[in-house]
């Protein structure tokens, strides 16, 4: 009887193992994703980056990580120094960083466990010891105040999740909620003050008629002087000229007559008329008319 040759009995042990451990020789990390092995509850320290990774152990158990950029929405109470309460919803942009990802498995846990240990916690007590710098609830809606909020907790919470495996990018103001008798009183403020810009319009709207009533009026005024000027003009011119026609009579008596003759012209064609003559014993001779018989 032929015995199994050493080299038979290796690959047969081999084919065995692909069959029993085939899918576990290697391991695709997806893209935007770190994974971290362990192997009999060790971990390694160093972190897989995406892709195919063959040959692997077939023993390890891994925990894949997701380093893309996300954002954490997180909402909490904020006390002022008026001793009022703001609800604030901020929202945080972060990505877990890659290498650290060994360190965070073992130091914390998972991606979940990372963001409510790591994160959740630092926020709340950096929102709540800002909130403590500002004077009144409602100094939450200046710009000022926003800006110089949203530059602390960035800073604060760079400050403290780096180190945890954490990079924080930006923290946003989503939303202000003020307490309800404070939003009230404010809305009660604006309907104030929409009421006075709104007779605020309507004096100047008022003020702009007036304006164009006394323009108007004064372009009346002008308009009437213009033609009290003109008026004048005409009647010194009229005066002028009977002046001087006065003055051509006084100084030449034929004038008269000259009327006399063209008036005479214009009653000859009054079918009414008998006799016309002149007075030839005036100094001045005028036309003379006779409208009936004479006995």
Partial sequence: MNRISPKMIAAIVVVFMLIIFGNNLFKVIPAGHVGVVTLFGKVSPNAYEEGLQFPVNPLYKWNLYDIREKTHKETALVPTQDQLQTSLEVSIQYHIIGDAAPR?????????????????PPLRSILREQGKTIKRAEDFFLEETQSQLQQNLLTGLQEFCAPKGIEVSAVLIRDITLPSFISQAIEQKKEREQAVEKQKAELERFKTEQQQLVAQAEAQRKAAEEEAARRRLIADAQAYEIEKITAAIGKNPSYVQLQALDALKVIAKDPSAKIYFLNGE???????MLMGDQK
């Fill in 104 to 120: 965070i498995l073992q130091a914390t846990g998972s991606s979940a466990d990372l963001i409510e240990v790591q994160l959740v």
């Fill in 282 to 288: 005036s100094p001045q001779p005028l036309p003379l």
